[in-house]
């Protein structure tokens, strides 16, 4: 284990827990994920944002070959494994809904759990879900996945589609999560939507688990005015692990270390060290992953040295740069 202690931004562990086990699940041991409370805390990590993917028809019946769980049992089941994790590891885990919370459980000698959604179309274009959202625990809302929603339009190949910006609805939802306190997540939007966030937000947002499109062409990534203009925000992008995303060739399945540092050094040259983060999507993807869980996290720390980046950088990069933005945008 290094001595750096990692905020990963983004995991589809709970998906998978629930999926797998029903609500009376926890994350402690799990051989069959990438993460569990046992890796997390034996790799040092200091918070992980668990994801409540919203599970579209698409995938229930092309990937996972089972009929849909209603939404609001879907929602509740994912929650229950995270409160299960918390109620039945106390010593080890704790739930942070903010900065403070992190840094006090860390002092206390534990990893943070910290509750976030993926995909905006639970919103379902009520603000009061999005409080109710948040009075859970929700600390953090992908606006899109890969479909329109309530709130806008994803990254697609269409470049119509991509083009397209936030819905009113989603200018209002974006306002209205920074004022009470829920980190706006860019992830998987559309070009357009991203540009009315930077016009639209007065605090930081975040990429939570994108990389950059000159390096890897997937429409998920981010071009190099985009990283440039988050990190102008005071915003973050967390660095996904996937081949997909690593890659200049969707062929390639490998996920490398090497990868992952040109990455780091890319968003470096275009908005500095404090735009860039750790979002590894474990989870939610799959290939050869040379960081296959959070007690390898090392290995990169360990390159990024080697890359140019100095200790000081590398703490920003772990989690100095998450907590930053969680400070100011995060109650």
Known sequence: MSGYHAIDMHCDTLMKAYLNQGDTADIYEMPEADIDLKRLVSGGA????????????VVYSEYLH???????????????????????????AARA??????????????????????????VHDDMKNLDRYYQMGVRALSLTWNFE????????????IMAKGLKPFGIEAIKHMQDIGMLVDVSHLSDGGFWDCVKYCTKPFVATHSNCRALSPHTRNMTDDMIKALGK????????????????????????????????????????????????????????????????????????????????????????NVLRVMKEAVK
């Open 233 to 320: 925000a005071g915003g973050v992008m967390g660095i996904n692990f996937g081949p997909e995303f690593l890659n200049e060739s969707p062929e390639n399945k490998n996920s490398t270390i090497e990868r992952m540092v040109a990455m780091a050094q890319h968003e470096k040259e275009l908005a500095g060290v404090d735009v860039i983060a750790i979002g590894t999507d474990f989870d939610g993807i799959e290939g050869n992953l040379e960081v296959n869980g959070p007690d390898k996290m090392h290995l990169l720390c360990d390159a990024l040295i080697r890359g140019g980046f100095s200790t000081a950088d590398v703490e920003k990069i772990m989690c100095g």
């Open 149 to 160: 929603n309530c709130i806008g339009f994803p990254n697609s190949k269409d470049p119509e």
């Open 46 to 57: 200091m918070a992980q944002f668990l994801a409540i993917f919203m599970i579209p028809q």
């Open 66 to 92: 089972r009929d849909p769980i209603p939404e609001e049992t879907y929602i509740a089941g994912c929650r229950q494994v995270f409160e299960n994790t918390l109620k039945r590891y106390p010593d080890l």
């Open 97 to 122: 809904c903010n900065a403070d919370d992190v840094e006090r459980n860390f002092k206390a000698g534990k990893f943070s759990a910290i509750l976030t959604m993926e995909d905006g179309v639970a």
